[in-house]
Every structure is written in structure tokens, then in C-alpha cells.
């Protein structure tokens, strides 16, 4: 068996302890007995423990769990992904995502964002309403675009042609979303012109108004042969 087969077995087996873990009651949850097993994979073992925190070997070496898949089972009941912890701040995220303050900002809230969608759907929760992730995708891009028209009316007709101000389904919104990125994306690569304070150098220099050295007029005396 090749070591990566091996490591989704250990995988399988100790989601599938939490999984029921999960679903129980405090009392039940007492009774799910950690899985042992004759064989010690000593390598294994002598990285996971490596790895984890101080305090978890501590409970760990406690409960003398010293098999791959005990430890792993013991790192999953107290970190608990896909727990109601997890699950209120996927679905705040989603909802609330907060506004960027540059192009660059904007793809990297949109990538979370993404995240968040896939995580929420992998854990088995409810994704918030559809009227509201278009409201989040808004939160997230609207000041850019109001400084960006050229942006902003390409993704009108993205928009419109998504229909998530008329008819959205989940499936157009995340469309819409993935256009967003893209674009952030590219406009990222050229600077972050979403932001009207940044502006090029010349530009700047132009508006000061800056002297070019050739326009000094050939009549203005020179001091050193008078």
C-alpha cells in the first residue's frame, strides 16, 4: 500500500469517529470510544506529536492515545471543524465581508470569499440567502468601482446579463463573482487604480507643474559673465 492510500485510510477512519462524535449527545459523546489498533506507526505518531500544540500532546500523552488515528480523533473533538463556532463565522463572512481598499485587497477578499462558499458547502450548512452574497460581492467592490467607470461598466453588463438584480439563482451569483475576480485580478496587475489618490509620478509632476529644463528662455541673462 502506498503511503498516501494509507494516510486517506487513517483520514477516513478517524473523520468517521468524529462524524458520529458529532452527531451525539454530551453523554453519548463520553462513550465514543477513541479507535486503537494492534500496529504503532512509530514515524507517524513521533510527527503528529511534533506538530501539534503543547497542550494537546499534553492531553494526548495523558490519554495515552499513541496511534495515528487516535490522535487525530483527539485533534478533531477539540478543535471541532465544521462546528457551530466554524459555521457562525463562515456565514458572517459570507454576509459581511467588508469593503476593500484596493484592487490588490479585492482579490483577496473575493479568493476568501470563495473559500467561505466552498467550506460553508463542505460542512453541510446553509448557504445565506442568494440576494444577500450579491449584497456581500457589492460591500466588497462598490467603492472601487464608483472610482473606476471604465470596470464599473463592464461589470454593468455582467451584471445584467447574470440577472442577479432580477432573477438571481446561486449559480449566477457565483458567476458574477468569479467576472469580479477576474477583473480585480487583472486591474491588480497594472497597480491599484482603484484607489484615485495613487496616481503615476509624471502625472503628478504635470499637474505641479513641473519645469522642463529646455523651456528656460535663451534671452535670461547669465550671471557668471556679467
Known amino acids: ?78 478543535y471541532q471543524p465544521g462546528g457551530l463556532k466554524e459555521r457562525n463565522m463562515l456565514l458572517t463572512f459570507l454576509s459581511r465581508p467588508g469593503a476593500a481598499q484596493s484592487n490588490t485587497d479585492a482579490v483577496l477578499r473575493l479568493r476568501r470569499w470563495f473559500r467561505g462558499v466552498s467550506r460553508t458547502q463542505q460542512v453541510g450548512a446553509s448557504l445565506p440567502d442568494v440576494s444577500i452574497l450579491v449584497a456581500a460581492l457589492d460591500e466588497i467592490t462598490s467603492s472601487l468601482l464608483a472610482n473606476a467607470p471604465l470596470l464599473q461598466f463592464r461589470m454593468n453588463l455582467v451584471r445584467h446579463q447574470c440577472s442577479v438584480d432580477h432573477t438571481p439563482t446561486l449559480t449566477s451569483v457565483l458567476s458574477f463573482g468569479k467576472s469580479l475576480q477576474a477583473e480585480f485580478e487583472m486591474a491588480s496587475i497594472g497597480g491599484d487604480q482603484g484607489n484615485p489618490q495613487k496616481r503615476p509620478r509624471n502625472q503628478r509632476m504635470d499637474a505641479g507643474g513641473g519645469r522642463n529644463p529646455e523651456s528656460k528662455s535663451a534671452s535670461e541673462p547669465n550671471s557668471r559673465f556679467e
Open 1 to 78: 500500500m502506498r503511503s498516501n492510500e494509507w494516510w486517506s485510510l487513517v483520514l477516513r477512519e478517524a473523520e468517521g469517529h468524529y462524524a458520529r462524535w458529532q452527531q451525539a449527545d454530551p453523554i453519548q459523546r463520553t462513550m465514543v470510544q477513541q479507535p486503537r489498533f494492534q500496529r504503532l506507526e512509530s514515524r507517524t505518531v513521533s510527527m503528529l506529536l511534533k506538530a501539534i500544540p503543547a497542550t494537546v500532546k499534553e492531553e494526548i500523552v495523558h490519554a495515552r492515545s499513541f496511534t495515528t488515528v487516535s490522535i487525530l480523533f483527539k485533534i478533531y473533538c477539540l
